[in-house]
């Protein structure tokens, strides 16, 4: 069966030469190398994705990855692409989309380099979002023991009303 | 009957009615919304909602409030003119309540602001608030 869906998913493999399948209708999941990715996505700005609705990170802490995840979404075909792309953990950076989806883009990034400690070259701000003052690790690292940080930060182990959170 | 002592029934006469600013946090403003309908109508006491903390008496602080929030009511409170009284509505506000292990939470309120009074409950009762303003007329002549 030649839908919209196999004919967009084959021109982006033989273009690009990366890994890919359709979810259901309408979702193509894309898994790409972190180098192909910013030729990909101004590929697919001009294919009609003008629509970036959401970066999210994933922490896969026991393979020492981070995987991205860009959520596009194209009003004239109606298919949601979803490229995925994994980089490293310890030193997580990448090229920013700014300069393909602009403040769409700049939102998500700044929220991402706040919690999980990306960084996105070429990003412009990346100032804290929510979390003014913040001394500890980026907190949605799953290496992150934010009870201990709490309890290290806000509570008193002497005082008799905050000695339960210790148990 | 709340047995007033006279000093407080003077008081009673000036003083007729409360202000209020709203510092609300997430569900804050949502559980006392109730307030200000008219089932419980808060306005036949004489509180009203003032749009700026420069005319208010009286500070409401509801919901939990993040260590980037509370900054912005410290803030708030600072412009208040005195005599002014804050007031915590809610576990979340006081101690966290859920939120007791977020990393983003504060967990005493009154390290970063002088709390006169503590209404707890999840959310607390119309009923609860309406009491506490009532005990600051009993107390307003102790305030600075």
């Known amino acids: ?167 | 009957m709340v047995k007033r002592s006279e000093k407080a029934k003077t008081m009673r006469k000036l003083i007729k009615a409360i202000w209020i600013f709203n510092w609300f946090n997430s569900c804050g403003f949502a559980e006392l919304v109730p307030l200000v309908g008219s089932r419980w109508d808060m306005e036949r006491f004489g509180m009203i909602i003032v749009g700026t903390p420069r005319h208010a008496d009286v500070l409401f602080i509801a919901g939990y409030q993040t260590l980037k929030s509370i900054k912005r009511a410290k803030r708030v409170y600072e412009q208040m003119a005195e005599p002014r009284v804050v007031i915590a509505l809610g576990s979340c506000t006081m101690t966290g309540g859920m939120y007791w292990d977020s990393y983003n939470t504060i967990k005493r309120l009154e390290d970063y602001l002088p709390v006169n009074l503590y209404i707890p409950g999840c959310p607390p009762r119309p009923e609860a608030v309406f009491e506490a303003c009532e005990k600051i007329f009993e107390h307003v002549k102790e305030l600075k």
Not at chain 1, 17 to 29: L, Y
Not at chain 1, 57 to 79: A, N, R
Not at chain 1, 87 to 101: C, L
Not at chain 1, 105 to 127: M, Y
């Open chain 1, 1 to 167: 069966m030649d839908t919209k869906e196999t004919e967009l998913l084959d021109k982006i493999k033989s273009k690009f030469k990366v890994d890919g399948r359709i979810q259901r209708e309408r979702r193509i999941w894309i898994l790409t190398d972190e180098n192909k990715l910013m030729e990909m996505c101004n590929w697919l700005k001009e294919c009609g994705f003008i629509h970036l609705s959401a970066i999210s990170v994933t922490d896969w802490l026991e393979d020492g990855k981070y995987e991205l995840t860009y959520h596009l979404w194209s009003y004239d075909d109606k298919i949601l692409i979803t490229v995925k792309t994994k980089i490293d953990r310890e030193k997580p950076t990448i090229s920013s989309v700014t300069p393909i989806w602009k403040e769409s883009a700049q939102i998500h990034e700044r929220e991402l380099h706040e919690l999980f400690g990306v960084k996105f070259e070429g990003n412009s701000d990346l100032s804290p979002l929510f979390l003014e003052d913040w001394e500890g690790a980026p907190p949605f690292r799953k290496d992150f023991d934010w009870r201990e940080y709490v309890r290290e930060k806000f509570y008193d182990k002497e005082n008799e009303r905050e000695k339960v959170y210790y148990d």
